[in-house]
């Protein structure tokens, strides 16, 4: 598939150029209603825990989506797929908001995650194979950090965005509006991204002709070879790290705009949006990442990340608001260093099942946003702020554990 220029020949600067708009315009549409949860919340009349479905139900759905897009993309062709997820998500991303009750709300952001999973379950392959095939391995863990940057970016733009929209026009307006504006990203990544060399002739981390011989007799021997690795205990660690790290960045996200919404603080929801400028350290600390990998090793970087996490954490207890805000900024920043380093090391430690690794890595990821995502709410309900930060503190103790325990560079 041809997607514009940068098909004609291989170019690093516009495989980073276009992974950032993916990554820019699939996460904005996916935690767009993330700023404006309190407004959706008096309006539809519900719970915390249970607006935060708004969110939970794309990232479910996304969790969802990202093995059988792995498979898609295996059949098609990377950048189509992900071109193909993009306008799927977009559609759905400007009807989805004015949907007339919760339930078809819920229903509608569910799809919507399904068609966003097409972008995080391809990229990390997609361009891990690109910078390989091209002798550029070396960049792998910087190029991760460049999107891991640009999704960053996308969930600073869709909170931003519909947070201020929402002042004017109401939270539904918000969310549409995101929509709008991911159209841009997505013609930056259709326009700029090299084709992926392998398109249609790449299958399960191998070549058209592995296939063929697959299908004479040789596949049993490297399938297995493959579920092997895909269960491998450094891979089930990696997956850990996306399933409670996430996990609790988003409880931390989701509820955060209750608490200053609410006394003392009394927040209005266009300067709660602001809160989330917090995601430029995030941005920040993902693409400076790569740096640190190469100095320090991964091993290293992940677990002084998660360190970094929970101190962030352990601020937002404060009832000051410049505190709460730098304890987020922390957060953030840990957070990415360690996503940007764990969804790296993936399709890396598993060089037989690439696409596939990657793929599970974002199901755990994900699953885990959905899950402790929504668990965040439950105990916001039983002790307050406290009880959602005694939750991520938990779940971000058994991340380092396992990581320190288990994964050696």
């Not at 390989?132 to 391995?137: F, R």
């Not at 891979?235 to 996430?246: E, F, I, K, S």
């Not at 929970?310 to 937002?316: C, D, E, N, P, R």
């Amino acid at each position: 598939m041809s997607t514009g220029p940068g098909a004609a020949r291989f170019d690093e600067r516009r495989l980073l150029v276009a992974l950032f708009g993916a990554g820019t315009a699939a996460f904005a549409q996916l935690y767009a209603p993330q700023s404006v949860l309190p407004d959706a919340a008096r309006e539809l009349a519900t719970s915390a825990s249970a607006t935060a479905l708004l969110v939970s139900a794309a990232t479910l759905g996304l969790a969802v989506g990202v093995l059988p897009w792995a498979w898609v993309a295996d059949r098609i062709g990377r950048v189509r797929a992900m071109t193909v997820a993009m306008l799927g998500a977009t559609a759905l991303g400007l009807a989805v908001p004015f949907a007339p009750s919760f339930e078809l709300l819920v229903a509608g952001r569910a799809v919507e995650g399904l068609f966003v999973a097409g972008v995080p379950a391809v990229a990390m392959a997609y361009l891990t194979e690109m910078l390989i095939a091209s002798g550029a391995a070396s960049a792998v863990p910087r190029a991760a950090g460049t999107y891991v940057a640009g999704t960053s970016m996308g969930g600073l733009l869709g909170r931003i965005v519909s947070g201020g929209v929402a002042e004017m026009f109401g939270w539904r307006a918000g969310v549409g509006a995101v929509a709008v504006a991911c159209l841009v990203a997505m013609g930056a990544f259709v326009w700029l991204a090299p084709r992926d060399r392998g398109s249609r002739a790449v299958t399960f981390g191998g070549t058209a002709a592995t296939d063929r011989a697959d299908t004479a007799g040789a596949g049993r021997v490297r399938r297995p070879g493959r579920l092997r690795a895909l269960l491998s205990p450094r891979l089930l660690v990696l997956d850990a790290q996306g399933l409670l790290l996430m996990g609790g960045f988003v409880a931390v996200y989701n509820y955060l705009g209750f608490r200053l919404a609410a006394a003392p603080f009394g927040l209005s929801p266009g300067v709660v949006s602001l809160v989330f400028l917090a995601y430029l350290a995030g941005t920040w600390s993902s693409a400076r990442t790569g740096l640190l990998v190469l100095r320090h090793g991964r091993r290293r970087v992940l677990i002084v990340s998660t360190a970094v996490m929970a101190l962030g954490v352990v601020a937002t207890l404060s009832a000051w608001l410049p505190l709460v805000l730098a304890g987020l900024v922390v957060l953030t920043a840990g957070f990415f260093g360690a996503h940007a380093v764990a969804s790296g090391w993936t399709p890396v430690a598993a060089p037989e099942a690439r696409t596939q690794a990657a793929a599970v890595y974002n199901l755990a990821y994900y699953a885990g946003s959905s899950l402790f995502g929504w668990l965040g709410g439950i105990g916001f309900a039983l002790a307050g702020w406290p009880g959602t930060v005694g939750m991520v503190l938990a779940l971000v103790a058994i991340a380092a554990g396992l990581a320190t325990a288990v994964l050696r560079d």
